[in-house]
């Protein structure tokens, strides 16, 4: 699996909820995101999240040799959206190689609303 | 010059002067690029930004103020690159709002206000806005302009003191943001603002400048920037100390130190006391300090030579530190939600949308005050919310207010998708007040139904109701009887959509339902209610064939 370190004394698994956890504050430190929308509810009632619930707004897909994160999102109306999206991608992509050292192959950043206000 | 008016021509070119200060000094800001990403572009990009909005500028023929102002921020929107070039399209967007379309001039307080408008609509893009950095420096030098332009008439010296306190500003950014701090730069952002201000203040200062005189002057910023730009840091040393010893007069201490260098901290408490100084002579720092007591913790850093590593680390792109990029933040969740429910469907969804504990009940099997106050003296937290989700069991929750020594709130919620509602709008950084008043606001919002069957026979409106029949509730009306339940679900939907266009249809299904049902009438529902998203949950209820909740 393509969340698993091996190194000579064993093995470091981090969990999907986890890279969730990290994928969903980084993108809450970008410019211009105002929320994170839950995925399990995803076409339906599309509320912000509170911090704590961060992780459901990223949905991670994980096999044996791919890491996909998508990424549920709410921005503000009049800014620029495909680059608040591309801020995120860059910003989760590089967390995540930080922190994890992985390497996502994709992130997808799914913009579920516009807040206006 | 002094003015105390900007009109239209004046701005058009200080906006298009500044953007040039900008270009010529981009590397200087990419330089210093660490957070939120090291990758050394944000020169580029506010630069780029600026080039679309002045260029903008420069094909507008009109010289009307607010044209002006609209055509910069169509253009810095249009040319938004990076987080700071976004919020910098903010700030146009939030100026050129504020201006209303007679003006064909604006004083120096109507321009702070343009100012602060653009500010805080930067602060209202972002969740969670990062201090220390160019959204702190905008914000403080739109609130000096406030102030000042209430005090002083003149347009150029407002701005210069702006500009002058920005850069006091920009300098503790390494105190507000720990990136910052660690790789010792200002924050990139910020510096780009106070480059664009400088530009802005030359204009102002020279309006007469013409194209080719303009590009000699920036061009002059430029070469003795780039020098500055080899570094950045004019000491070399940054120095931290402690002194131990009696009635130190820290104001004294400061005003000693501040001829041998800046960025000076001074702080202390009860005989201690702690120096942050940049400066040249690190040892005159320790005698000035010897003075007032013992040192201890001394530690000098060569800036410089941080500084360089800092550019090659970026260079071979050597990662950083990440999670020392976080800004501690508050995690501290304070407030606890204990919902009531019925069936392990429901029981996960309630648990997945935050709430910290599901005490089984509902509809004939309400839960004992005892039952809430058990789970609720369980939870670590001060504040605890009870949603009870049925109005049986209000009641019950708010005898546990008398009982319990915490903090407790009921919130009315009368059925699950209520509930549900409510704890959608929870955000744990919010104040309880302003979580109470926006979860009682969802609840509002929602329509519930309920699917179940009579238990005994009875009348309605004159219809004779069997044992067994089922029933569709709407918000506590009884609305059809029938012997079908799919049948019920659908006639409870059609009345429960009324009047609405659009919206989203939930539907909870119980324990006695099987999937093949659902896979029926999913069909039907969606062909019949285009406009609605509808959506799925097994809610693993018992009694309830199915709940239901439009909103």
Known sequence: MKNIIKNSLGEIEISREVIALLAGNAAMECYGLVGMVSRKMSDGITELLGRENLGKGVEVQLTDDKLVIDLYIIVQYGTKINEVASNVIEKVHFNLKNILGFDPDKINVVVQGIRIK | ?551
């Not at chain 2, 298009?16 to 990403?37: E, G, M, T, W």
């Not at chain 2, 409106?461 to 012997?483: A, F, H, P, S, Y």
């Open chain 2, 1 to 551: 010059m002094s003015y105390n008016r900007i009109n239209g021509h004046l701005l058009k070119k200080a906006i298009i002067h500044a953007a040039y200060v900008l270009r010529q000094n981009k590397k200087v800001v990419d330089a210093l690029n660490v957070f939120p990403v090291p990758d050394g572009d944000t020169g580029t990009n506010m630069s780029l930004t600026m080039d679309q909005a002045a260029g903008e500028l420069q094909k507008l023929q009109s010289d009307e103020l607010k044209k002006v102002v609209d055509t910069a921020a169509w253009g810095s929107l249009m040319g938004a690159r990076g987080n700071s070039g976004v919020i910098l399209s903010q700030l146009f967007r939030g100026f050129s709002q504020s201006i209303s379309s007679n003006k064909q001039s604006i004083s120096p307080l109507e321009f702070a206000q343009a100012f602060k408008s653009g500010v805080d609509s930067a602060y209202r893009a972002v969740i969670r806005p990062v201090e220390g950095t160019i959204l702190t420096v905008a914000r403080e030098m739109a609130d000096k302009m406030l102030a000042d332009s209430r005090k002083i008439d003149d347009m150029e010296k407002i701005f210069a003191n702006a500009l002058s306190y920005g850069e006091k500003i920009l300098a503790k950014t390494p105190e507000m943001l720990k990136v910052l701090k660690e790789a010792k730069v200002v924050d990139a952002g910020g510096k780009g603002l106070i480059f664009l201000m400088q530009g802005f203040l030359e204009a102002l200062e020279n309006p007469d400048l013409t194209e080719s005189a303009l590009e000699q002057k920036a061009e002059k910023t430029d070469a003795f920037e780039f020098r500055d730009a080899e570094d950045t840091i004019k000491f070399t040393y940054c120095t931290e100390l402690f002194i131990r010893g009696r009635d130190i007069d820290l104001d004294l201490l400061k005003q000693e130190l501040s001829d041998l260098g800046d960025s000076i901290i001074v702080t202390g408490m009860e005989g201690v006391a702690k120096i942050h100084i940049h400066s040249n002579h690190p040892g005159e720092v320790m005698e000035t300090a010897l003075k007032w007591g013992e040192l201890s913790n001394i530690k000098v850093d060569n800036m410089k030579i941080q500084h360089r590593e800092l550019i090659k680390k970026q260079e071979t792109d050597v990662s950083h530190d990440v999670e020392d990029m976080h800004q501690p933040q508050k995690t501290e969740k304070k407030t606890g939600i204990v919902a009531v429910s019925q069936g392990q469907g429901l029981k996960d969804i309630f648990i997945s949308l935050g709430a910290d504990d599901v005490i089984e009940g509902g509809q004939t099997m309400n839960p004992s005050t005892e039952n809430i106050l058990s789970a609720i003296e369980k939870e670590p937290f001060e504040n605890v919310i009870i949603l009870p989700n049925n109005k049986n069991i209000i009641m019950t929750a708010e005898q546990v207010k008398l009982i319990s020594k915490k903090n407790i709130y009921v919130l009315p919620t009368r059925s699950v998708p209520q509930g549900i509602a409510a704890l959608l709008a929870f955000n744990p950084m919010l104040s309880i007040d302003d979580n109470l008043a926006g979860m009682s606001q969802n609840i509002k919002n929602v329509v519930t139904g309920e699917v179940t069957y009579a238990v005994r026979d009875s009348q309605w409106n004159g219809t004779k109701i069997k044992q067994g029949d089922v029933i569709g509730i709407k918000d506590g009306q009884l609305i059809v009887v029938e012997r079908d339940k799919e049948k019920v679900l659908l006639a409870l939907i059609d009345e429960m959509v009324r009047g609405k266009e659009y919206g989203i249809i939930t539907i909870y299904y119980g324990q006695n339902v099987d999937a093949s049902s659902i896979q029926n009438i999913s069909d039907e529902l969606s062909a019949k209610y285009a406009n609605f998203d509808i959506e799925y949950y097994n809610g693993g209820q018992s009694l309830y064939y199915y709940i239901v909740s439009v909103e």
